[in-house]
């Protein structure tokens, strides 16, 4: 059984923007502290608690993806694909999603989301994607998948 874990430091930036945005609100509006300030709490615990329980496990044939309060149990063999797409851009800074592509059980094509450097490190995802080549060499990967576990030291 291997765990590939998320990390809780790149959460860091979002509870940072949270928390300007609402002192923003704040400064606008001071009559609303009470509410600002249990909001500023729920959030930041809810970033925090979301990413301490975003983890991934290979286990023996299986791959159990648990993201915030979601499971997902899939088989290995299962997988079709893995591609690496940009989500979306902000002043030239792309931030994309590794899209695992997997048949259920009726053989429809479903996919796992995987955030890259928001919640799972290049490192850990490589580490992810190289296992799971290696466990079912049937995987297509995309040249940007493919370039990743190649950059990465395994």
């Known amino acids: 059984m291997k765990k590939y874990k998320a990390s809780i430091k790149n959460n860091t930036f979002s509870i940072l923007f949270i928390l300007v945005l609402f002192l923003i609100l704040l400064f606008l509006t001071p009559s609303l502290w009470p509410y600002v300030a249990i909001m500023i709490l729920f959030l930041s615990f809810g970033f925090v608690l979301i990413a301490k329980f975003t983890y991934?496990?290979?286990?023996?044939?299986?791959?159990?993806?648990?993201?915030?309060?979601?499971?997902?149990?899939?088989?290995?063999?299962?997988?079709?694909?893995?591609?690496?797409?940009?989500?979306?851009?902000?002043?030239?800074?792309?931030?994309?999603?590794?899209?695992?592509?997997?048949?259920?059980?009726n053989g429809d094509l479903k996919y796992i989301e995987f955030r890259l450097n928001e919640n799972y490190l290049k490192d850990t995802i490589s580490q992810l994607i190289y296992d799971l080549k290696k466990l079912n060499p049937n995987i297509k990967l995309d040249t940007a998948t493919q370039q990743l576990i190649e950059q990465a030291k395994h």
Request: avoid cysteine; glycine fraction near 4%.
């Open 56 to 105: 991934t496990i290979i286990d023996g044939n299986s791959l159990i993806h648990v993201n915030g309060l979601s499971k997902k149990i899939i088989s290995i063999t299962d997988i079709t694909e893995l591609v690496i797409q940009p989500r979306f851009i902000i002043q030239k800074k792309q931030y994309k999603n590794l899209f695992l592509f997997y048949k259920n059980k």
